[in-house]
């Protein structure tokens, strides 16, 4: 037997000038055990697609027409899939070398500030950052220039902590 997805259309969010981040984050949240996720948007929704699959989803992409697409999003059962790229770097992290305090700031200047503060730093030195909230488009992007990265709300859930490892392709500053 197998549970309904469940379903999220976006299109009146947008419609209506707002971001639908927010929500589908909730909706995530919100499924059950081996639950899909079915996002409607007037678009395909790509961003998205990496997003949730560093949080261990896969996807089934259906054109709806018109420019608008429906997105079916499975979590992979015991893939080992995590969201932070730490998992394979078991050595302990150095004490940061920069922080960056990124609260005040709105998208996506957390996230260029971030990009541009890596590429300034060696191999193995590590980056503190505060964040309003989970830097979900970031994540995708510090992967793929092969950092690791650690992160989480602060107790008061009112911002984000994250770590990132600049990764060991990076050449080493003298």
Same mark, same amino acid.
């Given at each position: 037997?197998?549970?309904?997805?469940?379903?999220?259309?976006?299109?009146?969010?947008?419609?209506?000038?707002?971001?639908?981040?927010?929500?589908?984050?909730?909706?995530?949240a919100a499924l059950a055990p081996?639950?899909?996720?079915?996002?409607?948007?007037?678009?395909?929704?790509a961003p998205l697609i990496q997003?949730?699959?560093?949080?261990?989803?896969?996807?089934?992409?259906?054109?709806?027409?018109?420019?608008?697409?429906?997105?079916?999003?499975?979590?992979?059962?015991?893939?080992?899939?995590?969201?932070?790229?730490?998992?394979?770097?078991?050595?302990?992290?150095?004490?940061?070398?920069?922080?960056?305090?990124?609260?005040?700031?709105?998208? !996506? $200047?957390?996230?260029? @500030?971030?990009? =541009?503060?890596?590429?300034? /730093?060696?191999?193995?030195?590590?980056?503190?950052? %505060? *964040?309003?909230?989970?830097?979900?488009?970031?994540? !995708? $992007?510090?992967?793929? @220039?092969?950092? =690791?990265?650690?992160?989480? /709300?602060?107790?008061?859930?009112?911002?984000?902590? %994250? *770590?990132?490892?600049?990764?060991?392709?990076?050449?080493?500053?003298?």
């Amino acid at each position: 037997m197998s549970t309904k997805p469940l379903e999220l259309d976006v299109r009146p969010i947008l419609a209506g000038g707002s971001d639908p981040f927010a929500e589908i984050m909730e909706a995530v949240a919100a499924l059950a055990p081996g639950q899909d996720l079915r996002i409607v948007a007037p678009f395909r929704p790509a961003p998205l697609i990496q997003v949730l699959g560093s949080k261990g989803f896969t996807h089934v992409e259906e054109s709806l027409g018109g420019g608008a697409w429906a997105m079916t999003f499975s979590r992979v059962a015991d893939s080992g899939a995590r969201a932070d790229t730490a998992g394979a770097d078991a050595d302990p992290w150095p004490e940061p070398a920069r922080q960056l305090d990124n609260r005040d700031l709105d998208p !996506p $200047e957390p996230m260029v @500030r971030i990009l =541009a503060a890596t590429e300034e /730093m060696a191999a193995g030195e590590v980056l503190s950052a %505060l *964040l309003p909230r989970e830097p979900s488009f970031l994540l !995708p $992007e510090l992967a793929k @220039r092969g950092h =690791a990265w650690r992160g989480a /709300m602060t107790e008061d859930g009112k911002a984000y902590r %994250l *770590l990132v490892r600049v990764g060991a392709g990076r050449e080493m500053r003298t």
